[in-house]
């Protein structure tokens, strides 16, 4: 799956609001940002690099393998392949975005 299209299906989940009330940035290094900023009406979904309540930074095939259902979100943390940076409400709430 593309950035792009990774992009599209967080905006089509996303809508009007992502119930976050924050900005969270999903960096997935030399692969591409999807920015989520649901602190204004409506979300904005986009691949811009700006400043975020929490970013949190993942491969492009672990973030798609925790999508999926093949990895545990919370073993991908304890193990080092998905970190947080910033505001870890946040990144508690992405269940609703993500799933």
């Given at each position: 799956?593309?950035?792009?299209?990774?992009?599209?299906?967080?905006r089509?989940?996303?809508?009007?609001?992502?119930?976050?009330?924050?900005?969270?940035?999903?960096?997935?290094?030399?692969?591409?940002?999807?920015?989520?900023?649901?602190?204004?009406?409506?979300?904005?979904?986009?691949?811009?690099?700006?400043?975020?309540?929490?970013?949190?930074?993942?491969s492009?095939?672990d973030?798609?393998?925790?999508?999926?259902?093949?990895?545990?979100?919370?073993?991908?943390?304890?193990?080092?392949?998905?970190?947080?940076?910033?505001?870890?409400?946040?990144?508690?709430?992405?269940?609703?975005?993500?799933?």
């Open positions: 799956m593309s950035l792009a299209e990774i992009t599209e299906k967080m089509s989940r996303v809508g009007d609001s992502a119930g976050l009330g924050k900005s969270v940035k999903f960096d997935f290094g030399d692969d591409g940002i999807v920015r989520i900023d649901d602190t204004g009406s409506p979300a904005v979904v986009d691949n811009q690099d700006l400043p975020v309540d929490c970013t949190v930074k993942v492009m095939s973030f798609l393998d925790i999508v999926d259902g093949t990895t545990n979100p919370q073993m991908a943390f304890m193990t080092g392949k998905l970190k947080v940076e910033g505001d870890m409400s946040v990144a508690l709430q992405l269940g609703k975005v993500l799933g």
